[in-house]
Nanobody, 124 residues
Framework: QVQLAESGGGLVQAGGSLRLSCEAS????????MGWFRQAPGKEREFVAA????????YYADSVKGRFTISRDNAKNTVYLQMDSLKPEDTALYYC?????????????????WGQGTQVTVSS
């Protein structure tokens, strides 16, 4: 079992920045690919970004490319999502997810473990 706990969400004005954190516990963190997803009210959960076990490879949704950066610190069992130039359409509940794999999954069904989510609200 892997337990995931997100933090860092909040209310920010359009154009602002937030950094989300997701701390993992329970298993060897460095064995896991990590992903960030988001879900707005009335919408399906969508992929945001993912990073492989070492941090050497990343993958982003087109909607956030160039604005968001995913990174990880295996010594701290933590993955981060730096969000810059935020837009009102980025408003959602953000989840981190984990999967014991060497590839970089991008679909929700590819991930085994999920956190509870942290709310991000961007005002216009």
């Amino acid at each position: 079992q892997v337990q995931l706990a997100e933090s860092g969400g909040g209310l920010v004005q359009a154009g602002g920045s937030l950094r989300l954190s997701c701390e993992a516990s329970g298993r060897t963190f460095s064995n896991y690919a990590m992903g960030w997803f988001r879900q707005a009210p009335g919408k399906e959960r969508e992929f945001v970004a993912a990073i492989n076990w070492s941090g050497g490879n990343t993958y982003y949704a087109d909607s956030v490319k160039g604005r968001f950066t995913i990174s990880r610190d295996n010594a701290k069992n933590t993955v981060y999502l730096q969000m810059d130039s935020l837009k009102p359409e980025d408003t959602a509940l953000y989840y981190c997810a984990a999967r014991n794999t060497r590839v970089i999954p991008s679909a929700p069904y590819d991930y085994n473990y999920w956190g509870q989510g942290t709310q991000v609200t961007v005002s216009s």
